[in-house]
């Protein structure tokens, strides 16, 4: 197997090397400076045709999604540890969190980055700030009536803390973790403590 990553620092991608690092698995990761127009290159359009992160690659195979790439690394690579299969009890509740992550979270997320932080002050529009700070609630009230006080979302770690941990951290990184629970926030506290974080937040360029 050829397995390549080009990661961007605090990028989805970072999912990626997280996961990677969980499952013990080797690929090369080429970590570039987080530019965004860079992204618009035509270097790297004809890596990502829509110029977005990430972008990985299994010999002439190519993703484009995070949460595909993590489930693909594991069932494909990994003998599926981290992840649960149609026989396992939490079978539907595994689903459920790492579409979660992304396709649950991500919309209103991406929204609260733009509103508190990634817009110029005088382009950001106060209804859609409270908008995306009540949703993003919303989704971050569902996790927190999830968890115990210990522990992850399912019974051990698994790939679903790798989806939602780091919508937690773009989140926290955003300067909004007062929107999350006491839970949660011990949860991420928990997540970031871990080897395989540690090792994908040393990628840098
Ligand atoms: N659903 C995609 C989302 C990809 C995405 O929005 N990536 C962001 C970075 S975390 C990006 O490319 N932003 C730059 C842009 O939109 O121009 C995934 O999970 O991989």
Known sequence: MTLKLIHFPNARSLRIAWALAELGLDAEI???AFDLSSLKSEEYLALHPMGKIPVFFDGDERIIESVAVIEYLANKYAE?????????ADYASYLQWLHFGEAGMG????????????LPEDQRIPAMKLWA????KNCLNFIESHLGDDG????????????????LFLIKITRNGKLMGPKTAAYFDRLTARDG????QNHQP
């Not at 974080?197 to 994908?200: I, L, R």
């Open 80 to 88: 599926g540890r981290l992840t649960r299969q149609p026989d396992d």
């Open 30 to 32: 080429e970590t570039r």
């Open 197 to 200: 974080w540690k090792t994908a």
């Open 152 to 167: 992850y979302l399912l019974g051990g770690f698994s790939l679903v803390d790798i989806a939602v941990g780091y919508a």
């Open 133 to 136: 700070e009540k949703e993003t």
């Open 107 to 118: 919309g209103y997320v991406n929204m609260l980055i733009a509103q508190t932080a990634l």
